[in-house]
């Protein structure tokens, strides 16, 4: 697994041991971020819920965005994200890592907005208390121009509206999907 383009542009990152976790792959990555990057800019943070390897942050990153916050449940992830960080040298304070659910970061009110919050969690999972936690009042921090972008697998149906979110577009590769939310 590679950072695509950008200032870590070609640069491989460590990969879990186990096969528990499935990274973002390359060419989905490459998709996603031609998409957003016209809105990349120094002023944008970027919020990765269920990180794992950290790939899409760091992509984030090495794209130009200012800020980008690592978040996953699993201990392991954590301390491979921080690895990964360490071995690209990015600036700490360009970065966070959390070791929390994604659930229980944003049942709390947010101390931080975020511009762009990408959301992959395991396919299995049920994604419905996330959507629900960024599209209530506070939008799990969500800035009202801000993005939330879910990558799922393509059997799993997502509503087009979860209470003041609404997707405005569906991209399919392969199994896997994105979903791109904005507020109303």
Same mark, same amino acid.
């Given at each position: 697994?590679?950072?695509?383009?950008?200032?870590?542009?070609?640069?491989?990152?460590?990969?879990?041991?186990?096969?528990?976790?499935?990274?973002?792959?390359?060419?989905?990555?490459? /998709?996603?971020?031609?998409?957003?990057?016209? #809105?990349?800019?120094?002023?944008? #943070?970027?919020?990765?819920?269920?990180?794992?390897?950290?790939?899409?942050?760091?992509?984030?990153?090495? #794209?130009?965005?200012?800020?980008?916050?690592?978040?996953?449940?699993?201990?392991?992830?954590?301390?491979?994200?921080?690895?990964?960080?360490?071995?690209?040298?990015?600036?700490?304070? %360009? /970065?966070?890592?959390?070791?929390?659910?994604?659930? %229980?970061?944003?049942?709390?009110?947010?101390?931080?907005?975020?511009e762009m919050i990408f959301y992959d969690p395991p396919y299995e999972q049920d994604h419905s208390s996330v959507l629900a936690s960024i599209g209530t009042?506070?939008?799990?921090?969500?800035?009202?121009?801000?993005?939330?972008?879910?990558?799922?697998?393509? %059997? /799993?149906?997502?509503?087009?509206?979860?209470?003041?979110i609404r997707r405005w577009r569906l991209l399919k590769q392969g199994e896997s999907h994105l979903s791109f939310f904005e507020k109303t």
């Amino acid at each position: 697994m590679r950072i695509i383009s950008g200032l870590y542009g070609g640069r491989v990152l460590k990969s879990p041991l186990d096969y528990k976790t499935r990274p973002t792959s390359d060419r989905l990555r490459e /998709t996603l971020f031609n998409i957003l990057s016209p #809105r990349i800019h120094e002023d944008i #943070r970027f919020l990765d819920l269920c990180a794992g390897t950290g790939a899409v942050g760091i992509e984030a990153l090495s #794209r130009g965005v200012g800020f980008s916050a690592f978040l996953d449940r699993s201990r392991k992830a954590c301390g491979l994200i921080e690895r990964n960080l360490d071995l690209l040298e990015v600036p700490m304070e %360009k /970065t966070e890592v959390i070791c929390d659910s994604a659930e %229980k970061y944003l049942s709390r009110e947010p101390e931080k907005s975020w511009e762009m919050i990408f959301y992959d969690p395991p396919y299995e999972q049920d994604h419905s208390s996330v959507l629900a936690s960024i599209g209530t009042n506070f939008g799990g921090g969500l800035t009202d121009s801000g993005i939330l972008i879910v990558e799922h697998h393509s %059997k /799993t149906v997502l509503p087009d509206m979860v209470a003041e979110i609404r997707r405005w577009r569906l991209l399919k590769q392969g199994e896997s999907h994105l979903s791109f939310f904005e507020k109303t």
